[in-house]
């Protein structure tokens, strides 16, 4: 019982060592309230910047939006046309609408092309780099809702 | 130029190739077996005009190079056998013929799923005492495309039996299903968005009458299986071996659903 014990607590501090070594281990993900189709609270209460979200969308490795969806950015002639049309989306929808389209667009339509940015289970066969790793962070998150956020034209 | 190659996309994108099987299904249980259901369009129809033309001219097709290489190794001996493939089964243009388009194939002897790639390295280990060609190298690439070639033109024409059903089930799994961090299916993009444009690129059927094929991208020829892989990379999807009993059994898979699409190895990719 006692060896037990001891066999338990040096595997979670070994994950947390590699954890604080900043190698990629299984996250959390941090919890959320959906409230009808919104997630109106943000994410951890972290609080967003619109400049770093843009430069997440652009980046291939991280949001890779434009592969799927157009927004008004000069400069980027190739642009998607699976999902709808970024620009103006903040008149269409809310910050919190937002972030549980972000989050995981399927919970709103189950058949959706849309990829789940903040979720890890239920994935088959993900790829080993990024097994057990939301495709964005809870900050990065926040950042892209913010920038969205400022698209109302 | 074929026919195929000349086919548009307007129209298209509502084409279901799930719809596409039950109507063939459909029209075979009632009778009739002359009609069909209509073949997908190729990948080909997808491509600019320029791209269809310089695929369709020999002279300006950089597969051709490959074809060529290929034609030398058919007659070229080799392993302890000494012999060519030239020696077994004489001109490849009659003897290939047609080919390619039935594959993948089961292999009576042992139950296993062979595309064209895997058949050629059977024959080099079990008739001319060589080593089995690396997957993807250049060899094994032009041979496939030589082989393929000579089914230039001709309907894919891959049955389930018996003996395939179970792979064809596997692969069939395999390419609805979701997958990756970005949790899409193959069927997703290849029938739902068809025709869409994803960054520069459209989305096509997912047909792989092509392949061996020219892809700009990456500036020489390679197989169906490098092509799967760029598509599981792209969802953040495990990447299966060059060769694997996965991409073999979404190969069948993809060779049965595009019955009647003809072969058009080496075809250009972007």
New interface residues.
Partial sequence: MKRLAAGLLSAISSAALIAADGQAVAEELLPFEIHGDAVPKALGGLSGDAQRGKQIILDRRKGNCLICHTFPIEDEPFQGAIGPPMSGVARRLSEGQIRLRMIDQSRINPKTAMPPYYRTKGLADVAPEYEGRPALSAQEIEDVVAYLATLNG | MSVAMKQTVSGRASHSALAAFFCVAAVVAAGPASAGGEPLPSGTSFLTQSLQAQQSDEATNPGMLWISEGALIWQTPDGASGASCATCHGDAGTSMKGVAASYPKVYGKTGELLNLEKRINLCRTSQQNAEPYAYESDPLLALTAFIARQSLGQPINVQIDDASRAFYERGKAMFY????????SCA??HE??AG?????DTISYGVGNGYPAYRLEWQTLGSLHRRLRSC??G?????FEFGSPEYLSLELFLAVRAQGVPVETPAIRR
């Fill in positions: 299903r979701r997958q990756g961090q970005l949790n899409l997703q993009c739902a968005l869409k444009q994803l960054r520069g599981s990379y969802v953040r999807a495990r990447r």
